[in-house]
């Protein structure tokens, strides 16, 4: 493990707000000079585009991975949801937020550990490995060993997170207002307002177990999937101790034969739908991290349950009709669902209608093509964009759905985007027909 992936994480809130300062410093200067070198070259830029290069997308990444807490977790779901929509080497840049995160020094961690367990908390294992084995936004993960020979996963929380969460998100919400990415009129104090209760609630270690144990129980004789149980006796606020599932990156999986690829991600869009509508609650950090292959078992291991939270009966309702109006390609049904919903605002539909309902078309003429469906097949997404980029240039029809949506539909994107990832083929139609009933 090389040095440099220990760095220690910035607790009190006087140095986090510096490390705020340093990357508003760096963008400037970036700005500065790449400004300067394209007025040289006879251009008039806008901020914007001086602000989205690579280069100051790196001083992000770089700043937001050494934060950890809510200033990454925000940056994960930026690369995350960026999808076809960001230009490649941006989203390739951002997903760095996803692999990259440092790691507490051994001192760091071990104040965390004797303050959660006691000072004698060594002696409660009969080993445990400073290295983590994981890494993430808001802990890291370490292998540890029992007495009596069972194998634990330990996640720690770095310190600070949890207490820094509303001035974190204040400050990236700054961040994106000052730069000029967002307009004035876009009102996304509702957004922020859920973004912090949900990291709030990830940052309550006690929670997440408590959602573990309901998945397990939810999933239990569920051949597709395992899951950890907990060790409450072992577990605080800000520890989690589990049982340690061996298990691959589920980018493994890419190289499993075509039948076993459609297996498993019929499994994962089958678990979503159950989500929205059977258990009315999901687990909304779709997240590749969070999954795990293990090839001898060809079973799925779902991790991470610090996002799962119940799904409002009018949301699953709303998509319920999003759906059904889908299946059935009921044009006017669609529209009125997608604004039901909230996915478009009245104004945008006033102002760009025909952009909307050639997008509607371009979908359905996709996803109603009979037989199996081609996630490898991405011929309609050029298509969606250039209609999008209608929309998108014009700021006054900007629109941010409900948090509730949004949430939502970060999971079924993101399972859509690992079926991509996966070039999987679903009868997709037949799952979502049999789901609604």
Do not use: C
């Not at 997240?287 to 799904?311: C, H, I, K, T």
């Not at 006033?350 to 011929?379: E, N, Q, T, W």
């Not at 997404?381 to 539909?409: C, S």
Request: aromatic content about 6%; overall charge neutral; proline content about 6%.
């Amino acid at each position: 493990m090389s040095g440099d992936r220990y760095r220690k994480v910035p607790s009190a809130r006087l140095s986090r707000l510096a490390s705020f300062g340093q990357l508003a410093g760096g963008l400037a200067g970036g700005v500065l000079a790449e400004g300067a070198r394209r007025l040289a070259q006879g251009e008039r830029p806008q901020l914007s585009d001086l602000l989205l290069t690579p280069a100051n997308a790196i001083r992000v990444t770089d700043q937001l991975s050494r934060l950890r807490g809510a200033a990454m977790k925000l940056g994960q779901m930026i690369s995350l949801d960026a999808g076809d929509v960001l230009p490649p080497e941006l989203t390739a840049i951002l997903a760095r937020l996803r692999d990259d995160a440092h790691y507490m020094p051994p001192r760091q961690l071990n104040q965390v550990l004797t303050a959660e367990l006691g000072a004698d908390w060594r002696r409660r294992f009969a080993r445990f490995d400073p290295t983590p084995t994981a890494a993430a936004s808001i802990g890291q993960v370490h292998k540890a060993v029992m007495p009596d020979g069972r194998v634990l996963a330990i996640k720690v929380q770095y310190p600070g997170v949890a207490a820094s969460i509303d001035a974190d998100v204040d400050n990236v919400a700054s961040l994106l207002r000052l730069s000029g990415l967002l307009p004035a009129s876009l009102d996304i104090a509702p957004l922020l307002a859920e973004a912090k209760r949900q990291l709030k609630e990830e940052a309550d270690y006690r929670r997440e177990a408590a959602q573990l144990n309901l998945y397990r129980a939810r999933l239990e004789g569920d051949p597709a999937f395992v899951l950890p149980a907990t060790y409450p006796e072992l577990s605080t606020g800000q520890v989690l101790a589990m049982d340690f599932v061996p298990g691959q990156s589920i980018e493994s999986l890419r190289d499993a034969p075509q039948a076993t690829r459609d297996r498993v991600m019929g499994a994962l869009f089958a678990l979503v739908l159950r989500e929205l509508f059977e258990f009315g609650h999901m687990q909304t950090d779709p997240n590749f991290a969070n999954y795990r292959w293990q090839a001898d078992s060809e079973r799925l291991v779902l991790l991470d349950f610090g996002a799962a939270r119940p799904v409002p009966a009018d949301t699953a309702a709303a998509y319920r009709r999003l759906l059904g109006a889908g299946l059935g390609e009921d044009r006017g049904a669609l529209r009125d669902a997608l604004l039901t919903i909230g996915f478009v605002a009245p104004q945008t539909l006033d102002r760009h209608g025909a952009a909307v309902d050639a997008m509607i078309d371009v979908l359905l003429r996709h996803l109603g093509r009979p037989g199996l469906f081609d996630f490898a097949d991405r011929s309609f997404v050029a298509e969606v964009r250039r209609h999008a980029e209608t929309i998108a240039a014009d700021r006054a029809a900007w629109h941010v759905p409900p948090a509730e949506t949004l949430f939502v539909q970060r999971k079924i994107s993101g399972t859509a985007m690992l079926a991509v990832r996966m070039e999987s083929r679903l009868p997709l139609r037949d799952m979502v027909a049999a789901a609604l009933g």
